[in-house]
């Protein structure tokens, strides 16, 4: 079953906009990281957050936690065409050493030029 | 690249056929995870290898089994294929004392 759930399910910008994408889960959570997949290819790790962190910075990634409403945000700022994808979250566990991620449904990222 | 390999890209089945998928190892990366994901949906959990055992399982039945060897590297084997189990197949590795999982290009299996 999906953890959790991404919003919007898709999103359209202009090339240079920002892009927000938000994500709920379910239970508590040792982590969540984001990915991101190209037209049904294997996912890419983006970033990583720890349920006792709040804010995480990676380039123009930037990742919000909200451990009390169970909730993230991913924001890629000055978007790029390239940048079109589905991006999901995932969450892992806080205990147990399958610390196996739980994925949302994802959302569909679309950057027109 | 994560540097991470599936094998074959692409099978085309027919139910009730068995298959055998693989995965290739990075070094140091001797956990292997095992992930379905249907058309549209997030991937889905199947189980996840450590040191050649298995220590975890999703919600999946026996029917769908792996093997880890001792080069880390992984199969999955479907038994008695069905329609339902068209899907990509992605294995993930990582390391110890590490949460980034690395994913490769997965396996399109069809099942007609």
């Known amino acids: 079953s999906q953890q959790g759930e991404e919003d919007p399910q898709a999103l359209s910008i202009q090339e240079g906009e920002n892009a927000t994408m938000n994500c709920s889960y379910k239970t508590s959570i040792n982590n969540l990281q984001w990915y991101r997949q190209n037209s049904g290819r294997g996912l890419v790790h983006l970033i990583l957050i720890r349920s006792n962190e709040r804010e995480k910075h990676s380039g123009r990634l930037r990742v919000t936690l909200d451990t009390s409403k169970k909730s993230s945000s991913l924001l890629i700022t000055a978007s790029r065409a390239a940048d079109t994808a589905s991006y999901f979250c995932?969450?892992?566990?806080?205990?147990?050493?399958?610390?196996?991620?739980?994925f949302g449904s994802g959302t569909q990222l679309t950057v027109l030029p | 690249e994560t540097g991470v390999t599936q094998s074959p890209t692409h099978l085309i089945k027919t139910r009730g056929q068995q298959v055998t998928l693989r995965c290739s190892s990075q070094?140091?990366?001797?956990?292997v995870s095992w992930y379905q994901q249907a058309l549209g949906q997030g991937p889905q959990f199947i189980f996840q290898?450590?040191?050649?055992?298995?220590?975890g399982r999703g919600n999946f039945p026996p029917r769908f089994s792996g093997l880890q060897f001792p080069n880390y590297s992984s199969e999955l084997n479907v038994n008695a294929l069905e329609l339902d189990d068209s899907a990509l197949y992605l294995c993930?590795?990582?390391?110890?004392?590490?949460?980034?999982?690395?994913f490769g290009p997965g396996t399109r299996l069809t099942v007609l």
């Open positions: 290898y450590y040191r050649e055992e298995e220590n």
């Open positions: 993930a590795q990582r390391g110890d004392g590490t949460d980034t999982q690395y």
């Open positions: 070094s140091g990366h001797n956990t």
């Open positions: 995932a969450t892992a566990p806080p205990s147990g050493s399958a610390r196996q991620l739980t």
